[in-house]
């Protein structure tokens, strides 16, 4: 066992954990986020500093997505590491992946190691300015307001506010929920007092047939949000926060999806009632 770094225990590498891909460490990962360098991680955290493959993602100044290249590695290396966490001096190190379809097109992180730990402190363009463009198809089915607030959501985790942004998605989940609600009102379906008397899971469950179903199966969205904003911690809420974007994201995804089939069956109809009056009008003739 090596004496130099903090032996890992199970509650502690619950909270430290790393990320899978040089994707999620350089250009996703919150800032601030601790992580603690260890006998155990060490390879890999070194190896998602000084990744020199291409990275695939969004290119925010192409308007799509591309593959990214390094030219400038954090340059740590296993031996340099341990030299960072043995000794209590600061250090810190750039990263930048370049855009193969233009050298102007370059995302930099920044990273500060002290001790044996390393942070993300840097970023730019920020994990904001990268994610909202790709939740634009949002805009119009969650209306300005609703999509200002998801947005907020993204912006405070990308800076390492988790409470808060659990609060934000926490209000587009309620959005949707109450909007099902208003629905069911108006067609005469819901049962008022039973409704209000509902916890929020199961009021999901009396509106099932009009929420999308990857709602309703995973209704539990709810409860994680509100333990969130109420008992869980900062980095906890930072952990959970991309799996609960990615839930809201395909339950959005779902409700665009069946929008578009009824437009399109509306329109089908529209055309099949005309043809069949054309030919009707035609047998008259
Ligand atoms: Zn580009």
């Known amino acids: 066992m090596n004496e130099d770094f903090p032996t890992e225990n199970p509650i502690e590498s619950l909270e430290n954990e790393i990320p899978a ?10 800032l601030y986020k601790e992580i603690v360098i260890t006998e155990a991680n060490l390879e890999k955290v070194s190896g998602l500093l000084d990744f020199s493959d291409t990275i695939d993602t969004y290119c ?24 960072y966490t043995k000794y209590k001096t600061e250090t810190y190190l750039t990263s930048s992946y370049i855009c193969t379809r233009s050298s102007a097109h370059v995302y930099t992180s920044y990273f500060r190691i002290y001790g044996s730990t390393i942070q993300k402190v840097g970023q730019f363009p920020s994990v904001a300015d990268l994610q909202i463009p790709q939740i634009q198809k949002y ?6 307001e609703e999509f200002k607030e998801f947005t907020r959501a993204i912006g405070l985790a990308a800076h390492g506010v988790g409470i808060g942004s659990f609060v934000y998605l926490r209000r587009i989940f309620e959005g949707l929920i109450e909007e099902a609600h208003s629905a069911a ?15 929020i899971e199961d009021r999901i469950l009396l509106l099932k047939d009009l929420l999308p179903k990857f709602l309703v199966q995973h209704r539990s969205i709810y409860s994680i949000l509100s333990k969130g904003i109420h008992e869980l911690s900062e980095q906890k809420c930072l952990k959970y926060f991309n799996p609960i974007r990615v839930g809201i994201e395909l339950i959005l995804d779902e409700k665009i999806k069946e929008l578009d089939r009824k437009e399109k069956e509306k329109k089908a109809s529209e055309t099949i009632s005309k043809i069949t009056g054309e030919l009707k009008t035609n047998d008259a003739d």
């Not at 990214?68 to 031996?79: K, L």
């Open 21 to 30: 891909s040089a994707r999620e460490f350089h250009l996703e990962m919150p």
């Open 60 to 83: 925010i100044y192409c308007d799509k997505e591309s593959v990214f290249e390094t030219n400038d590695i954090a340059g740590s290396g296993v031996p340099k590491l341990r030299v």
């Open 139 to 144: 805009r119009k089915l969650l209306g300005n």
């Open 185 to 199: 009102s108006q067609n005469h379906e819901s049962n008022e007092e039973e409704y209000r008397a509902s916890r």
